[in-house]
């Protein structure tokens, strides 16, 4: 990874909190020197002690990561690998399985968010195969190493997007599927000891996100300006802080928590949309 910019990590204290405990995280990978929520999970769920699988399709942005998660000191594995497919998914929790001895922790990430000017069925298509088919291809393939141990944690990474309009229909029927699937796995699979949650990241300043707001097509700012003036704390959150709603899931102090959703971000679904609109559109003092 000789020109890639190293990942940026912020100071966090590792410790051994997961220690013992295998992770697989899904578009694990990044590039550049900000990473997307995938790359924040498996670093951060490294330095915490879990054994990770970095699983993405493009090797290049896999490695990335790996560097990133060498530089806290962690362990990983990198397993490339196109989740659509249930060979594929299968293959790879084969490998964590035969590298690490199991499963413990499987955090479904990878997404796309395009924009869905038009409708279009082969977008759709593209959209449900990914950001809802493979979670459940990746949740199967997980489930006999979790029923072995009578144990596990699955996190799916949803959106505000399953639970407002705004975000594209494709995309919401996706993300709003893995709410009510996460519910559904989360009863089905509880008595084996298996917990399903989801957590579901707004205004996030991650690539995906800042995309989406056209920062990366010459966007000025002023859309991430209203970004963080949607949110009850008037600031955009970033991938570490949805890193730590899903570390939080994976470890056992949440072991009482399964079929829910955590929102991470800053109040934004939890407020009148007519009380923000004036600090939105506004100056942030209140008058239009
Ligand atoms: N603000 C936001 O951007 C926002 C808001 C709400 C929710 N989310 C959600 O947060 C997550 C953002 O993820 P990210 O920041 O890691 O995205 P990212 O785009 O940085 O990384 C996604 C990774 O998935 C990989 N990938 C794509 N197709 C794949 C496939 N078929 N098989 C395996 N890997 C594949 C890509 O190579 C890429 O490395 C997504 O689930 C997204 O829906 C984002």
Known sequence: MADAQRLDIPEFTSDTRLAGR???VTGAGSAGEMGGTGSDIAVLLAAKGANVMIL???????WHTAEAVERVGGTCLVAIA????????????????????GVDILVNNAAIAPGEQENLRSMWDKIIALNLTAVKLMSDAVLPSMFE?????????TSVAGLRAGGGIGYS????????????????????????????????????GLGFAGWNGGG??????????A????????????????????SDEASYVTGHTIPVDGG??????????ETIVGDGSGSL
């Open 56 to 62: 993405d399709v493009d090797e290049a942005r896999a």
């Open 220 to 229: 000025t700012g002023e859309m991430r300006r209203r970004r963080a003036k």
């Open 149 to 157: 141990k009578g144990a596990g944690s699955i996190i799916h990474i």
């Open 173 to 208: 029927a996706s993300k709003g599927g893995l709410i009510a699937m996460a519910k559904a796995q989360a009863y089905e699979y509880g008595p084996r000891g298996v917990r399903v949650n989801t957590v579901a990241p707004g205004h996030v300043a991650i690539p995906m």
């Open 82 to 101: 196109d989740i659509t497919e249930q060979e594929e998914c299968e293959d790879a929790v084969d490998k964590c399985v035969r590298e690490f001895g």
């Open 22 to 24: 295998t992770a697989i």
């Open 231 to 250: 949110t009850m704390l008037g600031t955009e959150g970033t991938g570490w802080d949805v890193a730590f709603a899903v570390l939080y899931l994976a």
């Open 268 to 277: 934004t679904t939890e407020v009148f949309p007519i009380v923000m609109a």
